[in-house]
């Protein structure tokens, strides 16, 4: 299948997902991720689901790292490029471009310090190559950095044997979690 038809079947599948059923796997997710070494890390950045799109609910992960004292960022769309927010406990949230969740106010972080990367995505091959919406984003983030942080996709179906439209621009992923299994796609 083509990026395109895999990126309809995919979000026809999410679009049947209960309420329910989206917030049992959210929360098989967090337990998958508690059992990864990635809690000695710092600084983490991390998607805000865009409930309309039936996306995995981050919230519990979000206040899972403020708990244990991590330094917690999320994405905020300006024109072409993301950046980094910082929030903390108490943050105010506004809906911005394509109905995310963004920060009222964004306190701006260095990207650099970044060390892992929870990724959106629709689906993803047992290389990590992964098929967001199209936009990008992901990849023009991820190329700004000299060292990559560890990536980490998070999604409710497990990854595809394989995606046949790799682009030179798209860097997979390290690792897929879903609610059933933690999938490793390199040597970590």
């Known amino acids: 299948m083509k990026k395109s038809e895999l990126r309809s079947l995919y979000k026809s599948k999410r679009n049947q997902l209960s309420e329910v059923e989206i917030q049992e796997c959210s929360l098989k997710i967090l337990e998958n991720l508690k059992k990864m070494p990635i809690w000695e890390k710092s600084v983490f950045h991390i998607f805000v689901p865009i409930v309309q799109n039936y996306e995995i609910n981050t919230f519990p992960i979000i206040e899972s790292l403020l708990n244990h004292d991590k330094i917690v960022l999320v994405p905020k769309v ?3 490029k993301m950046i980094s ?3 903390e406990k108490g943050t105010e949230w506004t809906t911005g471009k394509f109905g995310v969740p963004e920060p009222t106010d964004c ?5 650099s310090q970044i ?12 290389l990590g190559n992964r098929i967001g919406y199209g936009g990008g984003y992901y990849d023009r983030f991820l190329s700004e950095f000299q060292v990559q942080p560890l990536k980490i996709g998070l999604n409710f179906f497990p990854p595809i044997p394989k995606i046949q439209e790799v682009e030179p621009t798209d860097i997979p992923l390290d690792y897929c979690v879903t609610g059933d299994e933690i999938v490793s796609f390199s040597a970590f």
């Open 115 to 126: 060390e892992v990367i929870l990724q959106p995505m629709l689906i993803c091959d047992r």
């Open 78 to 80: 300006v024109g072409k």
């Open 107 to 111: 306190i701006e972080f260095d990207n």
């Open 85 to 87: 927010c910082r929030i």
